[in-house]
Every structure is written in structure tokens, then in C-alpha cells.
């Protein structure tokens, strides 16, 4: 009978989609039953016991066909991130980049020494520790939202983590041709290969920036459309990326980048996503929880140790040391530092993009930095929201049990509800 359906049915992605939500949205309401517990750690934990460790309900072939639906994800936040490095004000104002730079590279050299000593190939480490360079622009957005943070050290903050993915995916992409190198690959490749990759993000990501930036100034009075131009634009630059084998987290960041640099008036860069974003987050750390592996985490155990220790110590240590070159208080030096401490999203995709490159040396690297990204995204969140309070930015009140977007910090005198 042609009209009988195959059994047993398959998890399609928008099936995968669904159920990303829905658990979701349970795993972030438990986590509201607690005060101190950010609902991040909820979809994660709801993720992994949805996974294929633990209840199968969302299975490899299921994640891994719903990749798609990450990217997207991965690729708006980004977007919004770029949108808080204003070239502008970082050519007037250098002492944040100097600040970036000097922590970025800190945590690089801490990163390699520590995996280095614990027998990692010295090409997989280097790689690993520009991956370590990179921050999570999800946590902190989330996490800022959730409390109601605002002021100086939120600002400073988003532009530090703009800037070490910046750092992250240059690092990354100078220390390929040693890994095409040291697995025996053509000179072609060794050259090639990671300047296309950089500078083929740069110019797509500029173009489609420009794009962006025109179209929404011909049609500036139709403010209805802006949504629309916006997710089309990051929608297609991670099809093109993807077309074309470069980065479409990199892409993103800069269209990001260079809409803001673009502005005279603002048109796009202040749109409020609305209540729809809060989507984006829970599918996006529902995914990153189904995929842990707690095997991989076992195996590798002291390399990935190490790197936390190394990499926690690098950038709170270094950024409250900078304190006085901001002129901040050192309690608000602390406070920026421990918001550079999570590390997820483009910290999987290097991860990805390095495994496809280098199958052979795949689950070192992917078990080194999922390790730690697991270890990160969990206690990441409780350190951002003591972040934020220790810096006097959190709302005095809580905000309502669940926040609605990243971009819409919610009053800080808003009465939660009952249930919280």
C-alpha cells in the first residue's frame, strides 16, 4: 500500500525542531524554580538527557541532519553580536582592542603549554588554543537579558567577546597550513586553503553587509520589513558560505561589523528581534546538550582539565590586571573577565570545520574542545549572572520567569510571576 507511511517513522528535522522546543522549554522552566540556576543550563541538561547518551529521543542522524537549524541559529547570534564592535569607536578609543589582543594571546600561549605538557601534538594544540580564544556570545547575551543587566561592564564586555571570536577565527585560520602540514597535504592546500577560507568570509561578509546596509536605507520607512531583511540577508550568507566552503560564522560576525561601522542613523543595528528569538537560544544549547558524550569527556580528561584551568585563569587574570588601562574599578575588571569565561558556539563550528578538514585527527580535537565546551556552557551561565550582580548591572528585581529575547533587556522593575 503506497499510502501506508514506513515504519518505524524517522525524526525529521522539523520533528528534531519541535522536540528541541518543547523540551526546551520545559528544561528552561525548572530552571526557573530556582533563583541562582540561568535557564542555559536547562535546555542543556533537558538536551542531554533527550540525546543520544541517555534517552535517544533526539538521535545522531536527527542532530545531525537539523545542522542546518544550528547554523541559522549560531549565525543570527553572531550577527548580533557584531552589531557591538563599532570600528568606529575602537579606532578612537584602542584600549579594548590592546586588551582583547593581550588577553587573547595570554590565554593562546597558557592553552598550548598546558595541552602541550599533557603529550597533545604540538599543531593540534595550537589549534585548539586559538579555539580557546573565542568566547560565547550566547551566554552572555542570554544571560544579560535574564537578569536585566546594563552599564559599562555589559557593554565592554559584549565588545571583548566580539573581539575574541574575531581573534579566534585569524589564529585559527594562521595555524591550518601547520595542520595541512603536519597531515602531509599539497602546498596548494597548505597556502591556500585558509586564506580562501579567511579572506573569502571577509569579502562575502562585506558584500552581503553593504546589501543589508542599502536595501534597508532605500526602505527605511517600512519599518515592518526590517526582521525580514535582516534574517534573509543571514540566511543567505550561510547558504553562500556553505556553497562555497567558508565560514558562515565568520560571515555573519562581520556583516554584523560592518552594518554597524556602516550607520550614521541607526536603521537596522537597534531591531529588536522580539519574542521570537528566545527560540534561537533554546534550540541552540537543547542541540549543544544532546550532543555531549560523556566518554569523550572520561578519555581526555586531563587535556581538557587543563584547559579550563589554563583558559579561566587567562582571561579573568589578564582582564582585571587591565583594569586600570579601562579605567574601571578592579571589581569591574573582575566582573568583565568572568563574562569571557563561557565558550560554546563558534567554538563548535572551528571544532567542525577542523574535523572536516582533518578527519584523521577528528576526535582528538572534537573530545579536547566539546570537553571543555561541555564543562564551560555549565558553569558559564551561574558565573555570568554573579558577573553581572558583582558588578552592580543586574536588575535589583527578577526579571519574569521566562525572558523573551536577548535584545530586550526586560525592566528592572518588573514583578515576577508566582511560579518563580
Known amino acids: 500500500m503506497d499510502f501506508s507511511p514506513t515504519w518505524p517513522l524517522h525524526v525529521t528535522p522539523l520533528i528534531a525542531f519541535g522536540l528541541m522546543l518543547i523540551v526546551g522549554a520545559g528544561g528552561g522552566y525548572a ?37 542546518i537549524l544550528i547554523d541559522v541559529s549560531l549565525a543570527l547570534i553572531l550577527y548580533r553580536l557584531g552589531l557591538s564592535l563599532d570600528l568606529k569607536h575602537l579606532w578612537q578609543s584602542p584600549r579594548l582592542f590592546f586588551v582583547s589582543l593581550l588577553e587573547s594571546g595570554v590565554t593562546f600561549i597558557l592553552v598550548f603549554s598546558a595541552l602541550y605538557w599533557f603529550d597533545i601534538p604540538p599543531a593540534i594544540a595550537a589549534l585548539v588554543s586559538a579555539i580557546a580564544i573565542s568566547s560565547s556570545p550566547a551566554v552572555l547575551l542570554h544571560v544579560a537579558h ?13 565588545t571583548l567577546v566580539a573581539l575574541n571570536n574575531l581573534i579566534a577565527f585569524i589564529a585559527f585560520s594562521a595555524i591550518l597550513p601547520a595542520l595541512h602540514y603536519s597531515t602531509g597535504s599539497g602546498w596548494q592546500t597548505i597556502v591556500f586553503q585558509p586564506a580562501y577560507q ?48 567558508l565560514s558562515m560564522l565568520f560571515v555573519a560576525l562581520v556583516i554584523g ?77 573582575v566582573a568583565s573577565g568572568l563574562l569571557l569565561i563561557p565558550m560554546a558556539g563558534l567554538a563548535i563550528g572551528l571544532a567542525l ?12 580535537i572534537s573530545a579536547i574542545v566539546l570537553g571543555a565546551v561541555t564543562v564551560f556552557e555549565t558553569m558559564g551561565p551561574p558565573i555570568a549572572a554573579f558577573a553581572f550582580r ?8 527578577a526579571p519574569a520567569a521566562a525572558p523573551t529575547t536577548a535584545d530586550e533587556p526586560p525592566q528592572a522593575d518588573a514583578a515576577p510571576e508566582s511560579e518563580t
Open 257 to 333: 561589523v560592518v552594518v554597524k561601522s556602516l550607520e550614521r542613523e541607526t536603521i537596522v543595528s537597534d531591531l529588536e528581534f522580539g519574542s521570537a528569538f528566545e527560540l534561537i537560544f533554546i534550540v541552540l544549547f537543547v542541540f549543544a546538550g544532546a550532543g555531549l558524550h560523556v566518554r569523550e569527556l572520561i578519555e581526555f580528561a586531563p587535556a581538557v582539565l587543563a584547559l579550563i584551568v589554563t583558559r579561566t585563569l587567562a582571561k579573568a587574570l589578564v582582564v582585571t590586571a587591565a583594569s586600570p588601562l579601562l579605567k574601571v574599578s578592579a571589581r569591574k575588571g
Open 198 to 245: 579567511l579572506i573569502g568570509s571577509l569579502i562575502v561578509g562585506v558584500i552581503l553587509a553593504f546589501g543589508l546596509h542599502a536595501i534597508a536605507v532605500k526602505t527605511h520607512r517600512a519599518t515592518q520589513y526590517k526582521l525580514a531583511l535582516v534574517f534573509g540577508t543571514i540566511m543567505i550568507a550561510v547558504g553562500i558560505a556553505g556553497e562555497l566552503k
Open 31 to 67: 530552571a526557573h524554580r530556582f533563583s541562582w540556576l540561568p535557564s542555559i543550563t536547562g535546555f542543556m541538561v533537558v538536551g542531554f538527557i533527550c540525546g543520544p547518551s541517555v534517552l535517544g529521543l533526539l538521535s545522531h542522524e536527527a542532530i545531525v541532519q537539523s545542522r
Open 353 to 364: 570545520t577542523s574535523s572536516n578538514l582533518f578527519p584523521q585527527l577528528a576526535s582528538t
Open 390 to 397: 558583582f558588578a552592580g548591572e543586574a536588575a535589583t528585581i
Open 146 to 158: 535574564e537578569v536585566g543587566a546594563r552599564g559599562p561592564v555589559t557593554e565592554t564586555a559584549k
